[in-house]
């Protein structure tokens, strides 16, 4: 598996325990669920593509981090570029992207939902007794809720953005600029 190592480089193994997120305490009793890891900014371009550097074993399913093998691993859509549209080819049987990394299409339910143009885009059919909460790529509230903004660079409904600001601060700015048809 590859991972991004910061550079824009691309890289075999897993990175020395020299990064940003090496932590003091041991990984099996560290605090996953911790307030850092909950952000939409960590959730939306962190979680699941920074790699893991704790050395201990621990809990990968847990860990906010990317490990070598994982299903959920996901490429940078910063510097990817990718849209949260799904792959053809990563549906068919074998599942395997003859484009790799340089594809525009998600290749993952990961890549799909942590996209910024859709993470909590849509409420959770379980609401706030939503039992993966801390993980689910829903909404459980109006504050938690993003609303999509067209991306000025293009026309393309795959090219938008999201904002994220709360709904409401985002439904006043909108309400007080002025829209064009074309």
Not at 81 to 108: F, I, V
Not at 156 to 165: F, G, I, K
């Amino acid at each position: 598996m590859c991972f991004h190592n910061g550079t824009g480089q691309l890289v075999e193994k897993q990175p020395s325990a020299k990064t940003s997120n090496t932590s003091t305490s041991s990984a099996a009793g560290f605090d996953w669920d911790g307030p850092q890891y909950q952000t939409n900014i960590f959730k939306i371009y962190e979680w699941k593509v920074t790699p893991c550097t704790h050395t201990e074993a621990h809990d990968t399913d847990k860990c906010p981090f990317a490990h070598p093998g994982e299903k959920s691993v996901r490429r940078d859509v910063r510097i990817y570029k990718y849209s949260p549209e799904a792959c053809p080819a990563t549906q068919q049987k074998n599942g395997k992207c003859p484009r790799g990394m340089d594809c525009p299409l998600s290749h993952t339910v990961f890549e799909r939902w942590l996209h910024p143009q859709r993470f909590r885009t849509q409420m959770c059919a379980n609401g706030p007794d939503c039992p993966r909460k801390s993980s689910c790529f829903f909404a459980h509230s109006e504050e938690e809720l993003r609303h999509v903004a067209p991306d000025s660079s293009s026309s393309s409904s795959a090219a938008s953005t999201l904002s994220l600001v709360p709904s409401a601060q985002r439904v006043s700015s909108i309400n007080d600029g002025s829209s064009s048809a074309s």
